[in-house]
């Protein structure tokens, strides 16, 4: 049970993350201290909280959502009302082109056989030549989502040497939840039916009590992340890069 003072402290804590992620993204978004940063968000279940302090920071920022054409219809349409309602200027829509599309998997089965694969054509190459313009990107990434992202930190070097920032690195899940209700952000409609981590339709399924937040991306495999953040299955990234800033 918890006391009042112990209450207290985490509150205290929460506070300062959250000051330190205003400063994150101000110096990034705001100041132009890194070059030129763009934002990578899926629009997923905890996208709003990023975009929020995103949009407090400079709502002209290029935010990248990238569209591998299996997205579920929700996301879709949370995209645009966060867009809308946090008055993101500069949202970019990337995809893999119609003629990769039908070199690659015609039939949409792609995922089913192979899919790192999927993810390589869909994803980490659409998204690797969006951010060809940009220093650095940002991204939503957060230590408790899952055990693959424990030893993420707020500042990191991609294999590309562009820099990585992750300014909700430190956050909790208490903390999310608590932005969520102070700023009263809409949640993505798959929440509320057991999706707490969503990707593309086809290889997201449902989470039970009491597993892992990711569980239910690509479920029955091996396969932990899609490969924007890992090169040949492993994280790629210099240890406290830009920390100093």
């Known amino acids: 049970m918890l006391h009042d003072h112990d209450q207290l402290n985490i509150d205290q804590a929460g506070d300062a993350r959250l000051e330190r992620t205003r400063d994150v993204l101000r110096k990034a978004l705001t100041d132009k201290a890194h070059g030129e940063v763009a934002v990578v968000s899926s629009f997923g279940a905890e996208s709003a909280v990023l975009l929020h302090l995103v949009a407090e920071a400079n709502p002209a920022t290029p935010v990248i959502f990238l569209d591998t054409r299996m997205h579920f219809e929700e996301t879709l349409r949370y995209r645009d009302e966060l867009a809308s309602r946090f008055g993101l200027t500069e949202l970019r829509l990337i995809s893999p082109s119609g003629d990769a599309i039908r070199e690659k998997d015609p039939y949409g089965r792609l995922h089913l056989t192979n899919a790192d694969a999927c993810c390589a054509f869909r994803k980490t190459q659409v998204l690797s030549e969006a951010l060809k313009e940009f220093d650095g990107w940002v991204s939503g990434r957060k230590r408790f989502q899952a055990v693959t992202r424990e030893e993420v930190n707020i500042f990191e070097r991609a294999a590309d040497g562009k820099l990585k920032i992750n300014p909700l690195a430190h956050w909790t899940k208490s903390d999310i939840d608590a932005h969520f209700t102070a700023f009263d952000l809409p949640q993505h409609p798959l929440v509320a039916h057991g999706y707490p981590s969503i990707g593309c339709a086809a290889c997201t399924s449902r989470v039970e009590e009491g597993e892992d937040a ?32």
């Not at 029955?220 to 890992?230: L, P, R, V, Y």
């Not at 994280?235 to 890069?241: F, G, Q």
């Open 214 to 245: 990711r569980a239910g991306r690509w479920r029955g495999s091996d396969k932990t992340e899609c490969g924007i953040h890992f090169e040949n299955g492993k994280l790629v990234r210099t240890a406290n890069a830009g920390a100093g800033d």
